[in-house]
């Protein structure tokens, strides 16, 4: 028990449910962290290297998330310990007992995550009573990763920024050098976005190695790349590096799109860049982000930068349409974007704390209401 409850604190985990079934070697966790605002929801990850701690801090960065971007839902998070690649009628029958499993837990929206997509969230539909985020379009789904919701916000971020990342006067998107770690849904949709605005984006990476151009890279032909089944180590020119060679990459503005914790303090050092908007969720530690911070370089947190997707998924469950979405995504994350940056300025303190004063100020006053505090 009090390993379990080594993560706890005054805003959560409200529950913790283990989830067992060994004719689908089903393992799986599911994180409620806090539904003092509403019921919580979270994706569903599937990866063979999640543990119990990644997933409670990403419950919490949902419960943050949700928060800061005044959605009237709490935080949870499902991990799948399993490989995301595996045969499709073996993933169909695991996310199926999954959603089996955790059908009676009213207070948990399920929703995509790494690993899991649309189709999963079907599947799930198909097995549950109750409400899904993430679904096709044909179901009611807004269709989040190919209209780029989460990029967009990131984009939104990075705009907002600028002037506060200690560049010289007259710089501009227009002027600046992007690199961009991950090239799925998040960081191809940052890359275009960007570059639509002018920026020149000279490195990117994915899972299978990195890419780097001064001069400049072709963003629509990296996306047919990807789209082909194929890696940034594709692409006919540029400097090849392995993955982490991102890290390296000389730039002014560097976007996480990828896995958690890809920057830690053994190589924080590295990165070059005066401002970093992170796209994936806790992509940096925490004393990687002091460091950064110590050095002057601007970190806008995850949870006020890449709120697209939630937003999406809370109108989607709410039976929202597509049109205006984009539109709510840019007013939302603008406005938080400047709130905690004026707050860093007036303070001197970290982005991410200001973010966190934020967000946690707002569920504090939600829990304010409640008998029993978190749920
Ligand atoms: P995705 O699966 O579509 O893409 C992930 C990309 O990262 C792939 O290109 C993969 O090859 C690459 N990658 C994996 N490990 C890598 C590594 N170590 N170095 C470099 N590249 C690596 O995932 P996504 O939906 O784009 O999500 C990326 C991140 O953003 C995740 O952390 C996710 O939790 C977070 N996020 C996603 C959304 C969303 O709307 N999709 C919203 C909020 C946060």
Same mark, same amino acid.
């Given at each position: 028990?009090?390993? &379990?409850?080594?993560?706890?604190?005054?805003?959560?985990?409200?529950?913790?449910?283990?989830?067992?079934?060994?004719?689908? *070697?089903?393992?799986?966790?599911?994180?409620?962290?806090?539904?003092?605002?509403?019921?919580?929801?979270?994706?569903?990850?599937?990866?063979?290297?999640?543990?119990?701690?990644?997933?409670?801090?990403?419950?919490?960065?949902?419960?943050?998330?949700?928060?800061?971007?005044?959605?009237?839902?709490?935080?949870? #998070?499902?991990?799948?310990?399993?490989?995301?690649?595996?045969?499709?009628?073996?993933?169909?029958?695991?996310?199926?007992?999954?959603?089996?499993?955790?059908?009676?837990?009213? *207070? +948990?929206?399920?929703?995509?995550?790494?690993?899991?997509?649309?189709?999963?969230?079907? @599947?799930?539909? *198909?097995?549950?009573?109750?409400?899904?985020?993430?679904?096709?379009?044909?179901?009611?789904?807004?269709?989040?990763?190919?209209?780029?919701?989460?990029? @967009?916000?990131?984009?939104?971020?990075?705009?907002?920024?600028?002037?506060?990342?200690?560049?010289?006067?007259?710089?501009?998107?227009? #002027?600046?050098?992007?690199?961009?770690?991950?090239?799925?849904?998040?960081?191809?949709?940052?890359?275009?976005?960007?570059?639509?605005?002018?920026?020149?984006?000279?490195?990117?990476?994915?899972?299978?190695?990195?890419?780097?151009?001064?001069?400049?890279?072709?963003?629509?032909?990296?996306?047919?790349?990807?789209?082909?089944?194929?890696?940034?180590?594709? +692409?006919?020119?540029? /400097?090849?590096?392995?993955?982490?060679?991102?890290?390296?990459?000389?730039?002014?503005? @560097?976007?996480?799109?990828?896995?958690?914790?890809?920057?830690?303090?053994?190589?924080?050092?590295?990165?070059?860049?005066?401002?970093?908007? /992170?796209?994936?969720? &806790?992509?940096?530690? +925490?004393?990687?982000?002091?460091?950064?911070?110590?050095?002057?370089?601007?970190?806008?947190?995850?949870?006020?930068?890449?709120?697209?997707?939630?937003?999406?998924?809370?109108? /989607? +469950?709410?039976?929202?349409?597509?049109?205006?979405?984009?539109?709510?995504?840019? /007013?939302?994350?603008?406005?938080?974007?400047?709130?905690?940056?004026?707050?860093?300025?007036?303070? #001197? &303190?970290?982005?991410?704390?200001?973010?966190?004063?934020?967000?946690?100020?707002?569920? *504090?006053?939600?829990?304010?209401?409640?008998?029993?505090? &978190?749920?």
């Amino acid at each position: 028990m009090a390993d &379990i409850l080594r993560f706890a604190d005054k805003h959560g985990p409200a529950k913790i449910i283990q989830v067992f079934e060994p004719s689908v *070697d089903l393992k799986a966790l599911l994180v409620i962290d806090n539904t003092a605002m509403g019921p919580a929801l979270g994706g569903i990850r599937i990866a063979p290297d999640v543990t119990v701690e990644e997933c409670f801090r990403l419950a919490r960065t949902m419960t943050l998330k949700h928060a800061a971007a005044g959605l009237p839902h709490g935080g949870g #998070k499902v991990v799948v310990f399993a490989d995301p690649k595996m045969p499709k009628p073996a993933k169909e029958r695991l996310i199926r007992a999954l959603a089996c499993s955790l059908r009676a837990v009213l *207070d +948990y929206i399920m929703a995509p995550d790494m690993g899991t997509d649309e189709e999963c969230m079907a @599947w799930i539909k *198909d097995e549950v009573n109750k409400g899904v985020a993430g679904l096709p379009a044909e179901l009611g789904g807004i269709p989040v990763d190919e209209i780029g919701a989460t990029a @967009w916000g990131v984009s939104q971020a990075v705009e907002v920024a600028l002037p506060y990342s200690g560049f010289p006067p007259g710089f501009s998107l227009s #002027k600046a050098r992007v690199a961009v770690q991950g090239f799925g849904a998040v960081g191809k949709h940052t890359a275009r976005f960007l570059a639509a605005q002018g920026a020149i984006l000279v490195g990117a990476s994915d899972s299978a190695g990195a890419v780097y151009d001064p001069q400049g890279l072709d963003v629509a032909e990296l996306i047919r790349l990807k789209d082909a089944g194929k890696s940034m180590l594709d +692409y006919p020119r540029g /400097e090849k590096f392995d993955r982490d060679g991102i890290i390296d990459c000389d730039c002014d503005i @560097w976007i996480p799109a990828a896995r958690p914790d890809v920057v830690h303090e053994d190589n924080v050092h590295r990165l070059k860049a005066r401002l970093v908007v /992170e796209g994936a969720n &806790i992509p940096l530690t +925490y004393g990687a982000e002091k460091y950064l911070h110590e050095q002057g370089v601007l970190v806008i947190p995850d949870f006020i930068a890449n709120s697209g997707a939630v937003i999406c998924s809370a109108a /989607e +469950y709410r039976g929202g349409a597509d049109c205006a979405i984009l539109e709510i995504i840019k /007013e939302k994350v603008r406005s938080n974007t400047r709130l905690v940056l004026e707050e860093f300025k007036a303070k #001197k &303190i970290m982005p991410r704390d200001a973010a966190v004063k934020l967000a946690e100020g707002r569920l *504090d006053k939600a829990m304010s209401f409640k008998r029993w505090s &978190i749920y």
